[in-house]
């Protein structure tokens, strides 16, 4: 381990405490809380892959995940509410040599502390439509709209937006999230993730810089560019998943360290010595290092890609494949151990544990909405479609009703 890992594992690992100490309170609390986010600004967190002449630690992909587990590992919903900062870094990494005022720009700004949230989804669009629009007015651009599950807005500087242009095209661009006309609101609703910050945020006359649109071929989830498909968006995922195992074997095995009281049908005078007890915890031990296995497969993968990509290097379409199979693969295993592993430690234990003070269902909770993101029947199907048809998994999807569709169900209940 080289002395720069060193460095802030010794900077960022107290941050990690001080945030797992207060992720109970938190997220009972329900409230966001920007303090904890500024402190993993401050300790290093945002900038381990910006390189160092621009203020970051230059770390490569697998070194920096090796944080955002850790990070997950405290408190998931801090690892999710990043998670567009994360993708937007891997962004501007991968971007050519033509782009290098875009580049150069944006990572003096990361490498300054800026902290990047999203404002991608509608309600009552059509798949591929985008309600919002950027059109030109008075020599200037101007934003108006209005997006949904907008993770991270709540501790973010700048928002990621994609919008519809003046001709119908889709446009993706940057906006200061305290620019006159943003609106975040905080009102996801979900019994997880409740501090991603995953609420509301509206534009209203929003004036963008010319420099913070995006070039044609650099969308947001266009698919286009490793940076933006699903395949690195899925991976924070389950970078998140990963965390959360590993949190639930740590607070399963403390609580029974600490139990006294155990069961007159029990296998042992003590719970910490109850056989079947320690057996669980060492099969559910098991397959968290197992979905850690599988998980620390893709990043150096994922990297090559991004270096591809920066080279401006088509690479062949079988390696493209590869590594989308490789991650929806990873995701069918990934996603349901955890939610095993999360639903399983409440065997441990009697009905202690699932006191809300020991807050072990918030693992569940977190677990189960991550999950539900990209629903794992359809990522199953396409696996399958590409085992048999040779059909290659879709590198981007888009929510929305569907344009052939007669569907009689309101927009606004969409």
């Not at 782009?99 to 591929?128: C, K, M, P």
């Not at 509206?202 to 649109?213: C, M």
């Not at 920066?310 to 079988?318: S, T």
């Amino acid at each position: 381990m080289n002395q720069t890992i060193l460095s802030l594992w010794e900077q960022l690992t107290p941050v990690f405490d001080d945030i797992l100490a207060t992720a109970p309170a938190r997220d009972a609390a329900t409230d966001i809380d920007t303090a904890a986010v500024q402190q993993l600004v401050n300790a290093g967190f945002t900038r381990l892959r910006i390189p160092k002449q621009f203020g970051g630690y230059g770390l490569s992909l697998p070194e920096a995940y090796e944080f955002f587990i850790a990070l997950a590992t405290a408190d998931s919903n801090l690892a999710q509410a990043l998670r567009a900062h994360w993708s937007f870094v891997e962004d501007v990494l991968s971007r050519t040599d033509d782009q290098h005022d875009f580049t150069d720009r944006w990572l003096s700004r990361l490498g300054a502390g800026a902290v990047v949230g999203n404002a991608i989804t509608e309600r009552g669009n059509q798949q591929g439509e985008n309600i919002t629009r950027l059109e030109r007015r008075g020599g200037q651009w101007v934003l108006n709209g209005t997006k949904y599950y907008s993770t991270g807005t709540g501790y973010a500087d700048w928002i990621a937006v994609a919008a519809s242009g003046e001709i119908e095209e889709p446009v993706s661009l940057m906006v200061a999230a305290e620019a006159p006309g943003v609106e975040i609101v905080d009102d996801w609703d979900g019994f997880g993730q409740r501090l991603t910050a995953s609420g509301t945020t509206r534009f209203t006359d929003v004036i963008v810089d010319d420099d913070d649109v995006f070039p044609v071929g650099y969308g947001l989830d266009s698919g286009e560019r490793t940076a933006y498909g699903q395949a690195s968006w899925q991976t924070v995922h389950l970078a998140t998943l990963v965390g959360i195992a590993q949190a639930v074997i740590r607070d399963g095995a403390h609580y029974v360290q600490s139990r006294t009281r155990t069961f007159s049908h029990g296998a042992a005078e003590t719970v910490r010595q109850d056989p079947q007890v320690l057996q669980l915890l060492g099969e559910l031990e098991a397959k968290t290092a197992g979905i850690a296995t599988i998980f620390h497969a893709i990043p150096p993968v994922l990297a090559e890609h991004y270096a591809a990509d920066a080279r401006g290097e088509l690479l062949p379409e079988a390696e493209i494949d590869a590594l989308y199979a490789r991650v929806y693969q990873a995701q069918q295993v990934i996603a349901p151990i955890t939610l095993e592993i999360a639903t399983k430690i409440f065997e441990v234990g009697g009905a202690s544990a699932t006191s809300q003070t020991r807050a072990l269902d918030r693992h569940w909770r977190n677990a189960r909405v991550l999950a539900s993101h990209n629903p794992l029947i359809y990522r199953a199907r396409i696996l399958g479609d590409f085992l048999v048809n040779g059909r290659s998994p879709d590198r981007k999807y888009t929510v929305g009703q569907a344009v052939t569709s007669s569907s009689s169900v309101p927009a606004s209940a969409l």
